[in-house]
């Protein structure tokens, strides 16, 4: 099923560039919780729940564009995680770093997943302890791994005090401004060492690039210590946390 979920994430993400490539102004509406949207997180939408009611039909579908009331979900034992596209503020700028995010959530685990960067081609995936990296017609496996001194990833739109207040303590580092999802994919394929998060985040924002670190070989925990947890609960919501290797 990895295949046809990774030709998936293609797919959607051709919907995205197609607006992407347009030669118009992208038009930008706001949700109730005023984040914004556009025709390319609903084209991207339209193009996976399509496809994963074709693949896996028995397996109910959580979306950002999408979520089900909490009483139609708290029993949920499996269910696909998505985000269409990540990163729409980067979307709207037009600096790639979006991606199309994807993940089986089984048990509140995330055990298969897909990021996307269809702006950058670049492809992450995995499934239970395996992950890979396709760029460039080139397909790895991939690892975390060190380096001194350790390159911290950072989101280019969510810099809070807390944050600078973390990497002032962290002493010497370098760090490596990223949007989306792929600061879980620098960890989980050794370019960053650590991805510190204080901000918050929805739970459709972490689990597919949570899937990839963790097949890597890589930790996605909150600050006190408990690895972020997928079972359903009423609030979206995730606590603040990092992504590392012990």
Known sequence: MLEQIRQ????AGSAIMEIYNAQE???VEHKSDNSPVTKADIAAHNVIAAGLARIAPDIPQLSEEAPPAWD???AWQQYWLIDPLDGTKEFIQRNGDFTVN???IRQGVPVMG???APAKNLLYYAQDQQAW???GGRKQQIHPGDAIPPVIAISRSHQDDELK???MELGDHETLVVGSSLKFCLVADGTAQIYPRFGPTNIWDTAAGHAI???AGANVIDWNGKILDYTPRESFLNPGFRVMVF
């Open 8 to 11: 998936l994430a293609l797919d």
């Open 25 to 27: 102004p992208i038009q």
């Open 72 to 74: 139609e979900r708290q």
């Open 102 to 104: 994807i993940a089986l």
């Open 114 to 116: 897909v990021v996307y």
């Open 133 to 135: 990296k396709e760029e």
């Open 165 to 167: 207040d973390y990497l």
């Open 213 to 215: 670190a963790r097949a």
